[in-house]
Each structure stands twice: as structure tokens, then as C-alpha cells.
């Protein structure tokens, strides 16, 4: 499946995956905006209370409302405020950039209740948090994710609190999906789903919603003309439960900087075809340190510098890897730390494959 890009510059990446940037959708008290890669071991799913759901009427907007709105709460901490939803029992999910360093926020349910939330886990590069609510009102139901993958023209509704305006809701269409969101800590959020639904400050952490009422998306940004973007169910759903047990998350990691292979790589590198991943450096000490060969010069094609000489992943175990996004995803949605997975990679012309057991991702420097 295609990766695709938000611009069409060739982006290093240290794998983790690397770029910068991100428009995020919380808002501080008074305020018209706010703050605003690779991923680890499977975990349990949610508990069987978001299966207890009867999916509203396809193609119902009301239906779908009413049904879901009740579980989305405001959530709100001295330094803005955002939105979450209910997981299980006792856990609303919202983003890591909304509860910031808060170890407890309020949380405003649907019919005014005020709870005190106690943040017990979250995970930056994913920028996902979990909440315990030891007392959510009984109304207050999980919102199950989707099973599987979302279409692009699915028809989808955002509800969260824009400028602290509870329970309001937009709908628009799945935009994109496979989409990276670039982030300040150097590594991408891979698998992420674009939507025309308007989001804005205070969105944050708020569902997407499919019209059967389940969770195809976490609002991680928006405030553009027609474009939002949220962390993907099959991320969200593989993070989430790691915090709620455990507080953290360990994303698997390569130690590596990538880019794409563009028309312009291939030429310089003798490629057939602009496919794959080449390794522009390696970590030393890294999972990849003697495993993987890096870049070992540079070439001007048709004005631009690209690098030459480094290993061409195309392969990782039995999935193709044709871009960065590709690579990325699976890391994100197939792999843990301590695995050992096949890189397949093209070296000195030949293709071949090499084992390289994956470490966890560095901790981020706060």
C-alpha cells in the first residue's frame, strides 16, 4: 500500500524516523490557540465494555452523535484544555501534548460532572496519554476502535470541545490514511489518518468517528483549510493498553538516518527502479551498528546532493518496503524491541538479507 507524504521533500530520518513541526489542536484558558515514530510490544485490547455497544444507524449523523457523545469528555489542566474519550472502566485516552506534565487534570463529562483525572501513563512520540477516572459517570461508555483499516471517502464525524465549546461536532471524509506527522522530537508518528472534518484548538485528543461509531482515529492536529490529522486505531491500539499497565511504551528501534529512494538516489546508486529505503548513517553502538552499511558519499544529480554507497532496504521480513512510510508503519504496527526481524536490502548491486534485532527508542531528553 502507498505511503504518501505530507510535502514532497526528502526528509533524514533517525529511526525513529525524523522531521519537524506540528500544528496541534489544544487550546489554553483564554486563549485562541495552543502547544502542540517505530513502535513496541503487543499488548491487550480494550475491555469487553466497548463491544457492549449496538452501532447506531449507517449514515445516520444524529444516530451516530447521540450515540457516541456521551463518551467524549473536556479535559483540562492549568496549562490548557483538550479532549478525551472513555477507554475502559476507568481510562479516558487524549494526546501526551494535552496533559503536558500535569499528574492530574479535571475532566468535564457530557452532562457536567467535574471528575478528578489522575494521568497514568503517556507516550510523546506517539503523543498518546491515559487517564484514570475512578468515577465516571455510568452514561459514560467505551468507545470501541475500528477492526481494521479506514477507506479513504468513509464518511466520519470529529467531536471533541473547539475553543471549549462541549460536545461539538464536524463531519467531513477519511482524506489520506498512511499519512506521517512530523514531530519536534525528531521522529515521525507513522499510520496517521487525514480527514476534511474541521479541528480545531481544544479538538485535541477527541475521536474520530466512523458512522458505525467506532474509533478510526485520535485527533492529534488540525486548524487548516480542509485538513486535520489523527493517530491511527491500529497505533492507538497497540500504545494505549502499554500505559495503562505499565505507565510507558518502548517503540522499536533501528538506529539508523533513511530517505526515501527518489528517481535522483536510484540514478546515482545504479538502482533500477526509485524503490526502497537507503541507509544514509548508522548509530554507532545501535541496533544496526555492523549489520547495516551506511552512505559512503555523496552525488549531484541534476543539482541535488544524494547520498551513495549505503545499503537499500527493501524488504523487512516478508513486507515490502517501497518508501520511509512504509518502513515506518511497519516498524510502528509489526514490530517489538528484542525481535529479530530480515532486512532485505540491496548491497554492491546484489540483493541479500541480514538479521537485525531491534532495540527499544531512546527515552526523549526533557
Known sequence: MPRNRLSRRRVLQTLGVAATG????????????????????STTGQS???????????GDYAAVYEETVDSVA?????????????????????????????TELDVRFRQGEWRTGTVVGTDVYSDLAAVRVDDRPEYATPLPFIDGDPVVGDE????????????????????????SLPSSLGY????????DAAAN??????PIVSLDGEVIAVINSGGGDNIAFGISAALAQRVVPSLVETGEYDHAYMGVSLATVTPAIAEANG??????????????GGPSDGVLQPSTGTAIIDGTRVPTGGDVIVALNDAEIASLEDLSSYLALETSPDETISVTVVRDGQEQSVDLTLGARPRPQV
Open 48 to 58: 469487553d465494555d466497548a463491544e457492549q455497544r449496538d452501532p447506531p444507524a449507517n
Open 22 to 41: 506540528a500544528i496541534a489542536g489544544c487550546t489554553t484558558p483564554g486563549a485562541d490557540d495552543g502547544a502542540t515514530d517505530e513502535t513496541s510490544q
Open 156 to 179: 466520519v464525524l470529529v467531536i471533541g470541545n473547539p475553543y471549549g465549546l462541549d460536545g461539538t461536532l464536524t463531519t467531513g471524509v477519511v482524506s489520506g490514511v498512511n499519512r
Open 74 to 102: 473536556q479535559m483540562e489542566t492549568t496549562a490548557g484544555q483538550g479532549t478525551g474519550f472513555v477507554y475502559d472502566e476507568s481510562h479516558l485516552v487524549t494526546n501526551a501534548h494535552v496533559v503536558g506534565n500535569a
Open 271 to 284: 538502482l533500477e527502479n526509485p524503490r526502497g529505503v537507503i541507509v544514509e548513517g548508522v548509530r554507532s
Open 188 to 195: 515521525d508518528i507513522p499510520d496517521a489518518v487525514q480527514t
Open 201 to 206: 484548538p481544544g479538538n485535541s485528543g477527541g
